[in-house]
């Protein structure tokens, strides 16, 4: 299970380091699409592959299963961290998920993702004061 916030910052080469126990889940081979709240999924091959089976079910003729698959695997990439766990994050992702110098990673159980310092902030202090609510709304789905 993936989880923990880590502060990292991403090198002139577009090079971030992956956390060693992040690393250890993941596997060797790994992969890096573009998520939801402008911040970049990583997957292990094994969840990747679930995943990619869920959406291959996914009805081709309804316009928004369309629409997500495009979003979600054009811009995917699989990577490899380097001798020193580093990876490359290709130019349209950092794009995507506006990644400047500092960025941070966190574990969301299957997945990592990779957001900018300043968009993880800004999202956890909107997201932090509602969990309260959040977790009596989840509660109806016996969480």
């Known amino acids: 299970m993936l989880m923990g916030e880590y ?3 991403i090198d ?6 992956m956390p060693a126990d992040f690393r250890a889940e993941l596997g060797e081979t790994f992969f890096v699409t573009k998520g939801l709240d402008n911040c970049l999924f990583i997957y292990g091959q094994a ?6 089976a869920k959406l291959r079910q996914l009805p081709l003729a309804k316009p928004e299963a369309r629409a997500f698959v495009r979003f979600f695997f054009a811009g995917a990439r ?15 992702l950092r794009s995507y998920a506006n990644l400047k ?11 990592a ?4 310092k300043e968009s993880w902030t800004k999202y956890s202090d909107e997201v932090n004061p509602a969990v309260t ?11």
Do not use: Y
């Open 101 to 111: 110098k500092d960025v941070v990673l966190t574990g969301v159980m299957n997945r």
């Open 47 to 52: 969840e990747w592959e679930a995943l990619s």
């Open 12 to 17: 002139t080469k577009g090079r971030v380091i």
């Open 133 to 143: 609510e959040i977790a009596g709304n989840l509660a109806d789905l016996g969480i």
């Open 78 to 92: 699989m990577m490899e961290c380097d001798k020193q766990g580093r990876f490359l994050v290709p130019g349209n």
């Open 113 to 116: 993702e990779l957001w900018d």
């Open 7 to 9: 502060m990292h910052t």
